[in-house]
């Protein structure tokens, strides 16, 4: 288990961009997945991007193709979201969300540990 602290979220005009950190606890962070999800209001929480242990795999929503990129520094125990481009319906709160990397399933399901949230509002 990781505890998982999200920031970097703000405000933001549209095509604007921000960059998200997910900072995890635990010396096994190295060995987990890690993804991002964002719930707009009124909506379902959906899988925006996820990245593997190594870093060697990532995999994005259609919809944030293309404009965001995930990364990790595993001696940091951290991993990033790059938001370019930035539109209105990108506004929600993101969270992260780790698995270990012998749980199974695809990059987008899965989850256990969650952390608390971060606004994003872009403006149009």
């Known amino acids: 288990q990781v505890q998982l602290v999200e920031s970097g979220g703000g405000l933001v005009q549209t095509g604007g961009s921000l960059r998200l950190s997910c900072a995890a606890s635990?010396?096994?962070?190295?060995?987990?997945?890690v993804a991002w999800f964002r719930q707009a209001p009124g909506k379902e929480r959906e899988f925006v991007a996820a990245?593997?242990?190594?870093?060697?795999?990532?995999s994005y929503a259609d919809s944030v193709q293309g404009r965001f990129t995930i990364s990790r520094d595993n001696a940091k125990n951290t991993v990033y979201l790059q938001m370019n481009s930035l539109k209105p319906e990108d506004t929600a709160v993101y969270y992260c969300a780790a698995k270990h990397r012998v749980v199974g399933g695809p990059l987008s399901d899965h989850y256990a540990d969650w952390g608390q949230g971060t606004q994003v509002t872009v403006s149009s």
């Open positions: 990245i593997t242990w190594d870093g060697l795999t990532t």
């Open positions: 635990g010396r096994t962070f190295s060995s987990y997945i």
